[in-house]
């Protein structure tokens, strides 16, 4: 355990298992006094994956372990300290992360803005991919990608957080147990199958959330809505963001973008950048 004070504030936000309170460093820290943090707290027991690093013996839970391999992504959250501690009966996980200054979530910013231009809405889905990617260059994938697990930081930056579901992936592959997740956001149609492969099914979270950005709400009502309906388009979209929502959204796992395709995809696909200038500058 990394050893550090922090004086616990207010509560920021509370998941299926863990509690998150703002904490600020005491003087004792490493961290800049200044600068608060986040600090998750999960019950021990709730934990079902454990791992070790290279280093230690100690065993920690996996999402401590995707933090520490995702440390040099920028727009992944610092982790910076962690440890395991009893509060009465309970032996519980403390996680102290980065509380990115002036920074909201994203599923408030989508609740309040939503439907976003084209130009705004993809603007954050290349923010999104090129999270996506860097995550998946470090060897895993966040397997949770939703709003509310994404921070819009400085007016426009996102970074993303809750590792809780985090996997490795071996040769570009994880598959996991349909368990887990969040339905209709990162959880896609094979799923009604049983196992599934977090990779494909994060590109499917990818294409839900562009499609939120742009119609500002979910693209199907359930499951078997997303694996037999076509996509509705509830307003005039390019020809562009449509093929990217019907790669992205392919019910049809094999079929759908693959996720060494996925820069490629945005990028061929991108408004003209004289639309996308014209439009931020109304914005
Ligand atoms: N590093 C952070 N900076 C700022 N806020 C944070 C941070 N980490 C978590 N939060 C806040 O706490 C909330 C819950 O955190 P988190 O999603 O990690 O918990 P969880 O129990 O895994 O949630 P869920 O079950 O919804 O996936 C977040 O939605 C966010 O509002």
Known sequence: MRKAGYELLDQ????GFGLVYRG??????????????????TNCSDIHLWTTLPNSPDQIPLEAAALVALESVTSVVDLLGYGQISLGND????????????????????????????SMAFF???????IVMA?????????????????????DQLKAIDYGLAREVVNDQCIVPAAGGTLLWNIPPER???VYDLVKSTVWSVGVIYYCMVFGKLPFPSLRKAKNSPLR???????????????????????RVAIQDLE??????APPSGVLEIQRLLN
């Not at 920021?12 to 998941?15: A, I, K, V, Y």
């Not at 989508?110 to 231009?117: C, G, H, I, V, Y």
């Open 91 to 118: 032996d519980v996980f403390t996680l102290v992360m980065e509380k990115p200054a002036g920074c909201l979530s994203f599923a408030s910013y989508l609740r309040r803005q939503a439907p976003l231009t084209e």
């Open 124 to 130: 954050f889905l290349e923010q999104l991919v090129s």
């Open 135 to 155: 995550i998946h260059r470090c060897g895993w994938v966040h397997g949770d990608l939703k709003p509310s697990n994404l921070l819009i930081c400085d007016q």
């Open 24 to 41: 600020r460093p005491l003087n004792n820290t490493p961290y800049t006094p200044s600068q608060e943090v986040a600090i998750k707290f």
């Open 233 to 255: 388009w509830h307003h005039n979209i390019s020809s562009g963001a449509k093929f990217m929502l019907q790669r992205l959204l392919d019910p049809e796992p094999n079929r």
């Open 264 to 269: 490629q995809l945005i990028q061929t696909n």
């Open 192 to 194: 009604i199958n049983g």
């Open 12 to 15: 920021l936000g509370h998941g």
